[in-house]
């Protein structure tokens, strides 16, 4: 059985995540599933230029030129090895690939791990604009909703209204916050924050970080000096760092992640704004660039529409969801 009838038989009844999935994944869908299909049906049987075309709309889609060459130069080898003309069996190899592809890069792991002894601490990076702070409070209300005791600290300092919107959040959300003067020194209220939630017995600390786009050196002497001043407060702090990509930045998003990965471990990617973009492919880029699994997706702008990343569920939203179809 083929992966995409797999995945049919396994969501026949959607329940309310898979649902979320399907309907966040819309726009993705009808780029990448309704253009495959248009494409099997145009041709009776494979040769050149169905390899051709299947790798244009693999790039169309954001999977990333690299995965999209390395993918199709692996379907022609099987299709010759197989002997394997049928445009349809062909996509459903496809599929089975980009599965194969984000698996095999280990670690799936999506919820954070939590310490036995003190709070853990989660940094958030990621440039201006990709929705970092709304991210930062629906990641909170996940965890509140799950009997975790959370507390924020706003080390964006510098971007004007960061530290309000922020301060906003935690209010709604009904939890401390630990903020800082406007362009005063991030690492101090990262520092701030760990003594706080040390003294409160907080479950889960969420340092937001500046966006800026810097220089690689100054970034990562920014970021290291926060997280220095975090391990000597908590050990082995900060215990996981996430990235926020704006799903529709498409590649954008995938130098970004490179760009991070290269200055400070991240340990999770979060992909925002899902359901406006077209190329829903980006995911599979950055997990084939950078080997770091994506943590969270966002599928919508409702605080529950932040889901826990499922590659199964991807996959059925990109290919085979049925929502307003």
């Known amino acids: 059985m083929g992966l995409i009838s797999f995945l049919k038989n396994k969501f026949t009844k959607n329940d309310e995540s898979t649902k979320t999935y399907s309907e966040g994944m819309e726009k993705s869908r009808r780029n990448f599933s309704n253009k495959l299909t248009d494409l099997s049906k145009r041709y009776k049987s494979v040769n050149q230029d169905y390899f051709e075309e299947l790798e244009e709309i693999l790039i169309e889609s954001d999977v990333g030129v690299s995965l999209a060459l390395r993918t199709i130069e692996e379907l022609l080898d099987m299709s010759k090895e197989q002997n394997i003309t049928d445009p349809v069996a062909i996509n459903e190899l496809l599929v089975d690939r980009l599965f194969i592809n984000y698996a095999d890069k280990g670690d799936v792991v999506n919820e954070i791990r939590f310490v036995e002894n003190g709070p853990t601490v989660l940094l958030v990076v990621g440039v201006n604009g990709v929705g970092k702070t709304t991210t930062i409070a629906k990641i909170a209300n996940r965890y509140i909703k799950q009997g975790k005791k959370v507390m924020l600290a706003a080390a964006d300092t510098f971007r004007a209204g960061a530290i309000e919107q922020l301060t906003v959040w935690a209010q709604r959300l009904k939890i401390d916050i630990v903020t800082g003067a406007a362009n005063s020194d991030p690492a101090s209220v990262a520092y ?23 220089t690689k050196q ?65 995911i599979l880029a950055i997990r084939d660039e950078i080997g770091v699994p994506v943590r969270f997706i966002g599928l919508g702008e409702k605080m529950d529409d932040l889901q826990e990343f499922d590659l199964d569920k991807y996959l059925y939203g990109l290919c085979v969801g049925e929502a307003n179809d």
């Not at 003594?195 to 966006?211: E, Y």
């Not at 082995?236 to 992640?257: K, L, R, S, W, Y």
């Not at 490179?258 to 340990?267: G, P, Q, R």
């Open 192 to 214: 701030d924050g760990a003594v706080k939630a040390k003294k409160n017995n907080v479950d889960l600390l969420i340092v937001d970080t500046a966006g800026r786009l810097q």
């Open 218 to 282: 100054n970034l990562m002497d920014e970021l290291a000096k926060i997280k220095r001043v975090l391990g000597k407060e908590i050990p082995g702090a900060p215990h996981e760092t996430f990235i926020v990509i704006d799903a529709t930045t498409g590649q954008n998003g995938v130098i970004q992640a490179k760009a991070f990965s290269e200055v400070s471990k991240i340990t999770g990617v979060v992909i925002t704004k899902m359901d406006g973009t077209s190329k829903g492919g980006i």
